[in-house]
């Protein structure tokens, strides 16, 4: 087990370094005040946040309009009726779409693994009708589009997902995809997909040592140490615009030291880019991708 990352100071500017997570999750054994706690002792300026669980559209919306610089809600498409297939999900879909409240779009999951009690199995192929409804939806609303694929844990089904994905991303130009969790790929791939498509960018949660320590899944780690590793800091120097800051907490073990370790840890990740590009990362992408207001 990596120990704990405990916060320190690296330096004015890392310390007042805006944070936004761009993508986050809770459910109902998750009280909504404790986000907003949390956020505030870790310095994050602003979560994108979807619903979990038996969390409703409706509270996620609420929660944004309580806290309009703090949260932005985002449109809920997995659980059981996505899994399965449901018409459910199709008017589930249709009718946050329909609200106002809504200015962003959680991921789509393509390939998720089991995840013990908490999680089964899901593969759906992004030529799937509930991916195309997804996309759609996305598109219309420029929002990103964020495919969930774990490429390391898929194994030899890994390879035809990404293929497949690689035509949406050819098919959609105009259209902004942000793997999360790095999509659980290599350097060499993200590097490649870096290259050879220009509307690709990457969330990057889970990928940290922290995360790592908690999980038995294969995480794509960016870091050596308590720092981003060479080749890594070299990729996200050189495009700062195609990585995007999230945590993706879920649940209630999330959302407490697990979460401040993270925002910690990346704090002193960021501080050893150049200003620019840590800013980019932090926040400014986000708020370039979702038309958020600056900080």
């Not at 100071?9 to 706690?37: E, M, Y």
């Not at 997902?161 to 991303?169: G, M, Q, Y």
């Amino acid at each position: 087990m990596a120990a704990c990352v405990v916060y320190r100071p690296l330096s004015a500017g890392a310390d007042t370094l805006p944070i936004i997570d761009a993508h986050s999750q809770f459910d109902g054994n998750v009280d909504p005040s404790r986000i907003i706690q949390l956020m505030g002792q870790a310095g994050v300026v602003q979560t994108i946040l979807s619903a979990r669980g038996r969390v409703s559209p409706e509270q996620v919306a609420a929660l944004a309009g309580q806290y309009p610089r703090r949260i932005v809600a985002a449109l809920r498409t997995k659980g059981g009726i996505y899994s399965k297939n449901k018409q459910k999900y199709y008017v589930q879909l249709s009718k946050q779409a329909a609200m106002p409240a809504f200015r962003a779009m959680a991921e789509v999951i393509m390939w998720h693994a089991a995840k013990g009690n908490k999680a089964d199995k899901v593969v759906v192929f992004p030529t799937d009708k509930r991916v195309s409804a997804a996309l759609a939806v996305a598109n219309a609303r420029k929002w990103p589009f964020i495919p969930h694929i774990e490429y390391a844990a898929a194994g030899a089904e890994g390879d035809p997902i990404l293929s497949a994905l690689e035509v949406l991303f050819d098919t959609y130009r105009d259209q902004t995809f942000l793997l999360i969790h790095m999509g659980q790929l290599p350097f060499d791939e993200v590097d490649r997909l870096i290259t050879t498509h220009r509307n690709v960018g990457f969330l990057v949660s889970h990928s940290n040592p922290v995360s790592i320590a908690k999980s038995a899944q294969p995480w794509t780690n960016l870091f050596d140490g308590d720092t981003l590793s060479p080749r890594w800091l070299t990729l996200m120097t050189r495009h700062p615009d195609r990585f995007v800051l999230n945590f993706d907490n879920v649940f209630a073990e999330h959302w407490g030291a697990f979460y401040l370790d993270q925002v910690a840890l990346w704090r002193k990740a960021l501080a050893g880019l150049p200003h620019d590009s840590a800013h980019m990362i932090a926040h400014r992408n986000a708020e370039r991708l979702w038309r958020l207001d600056p900080h």
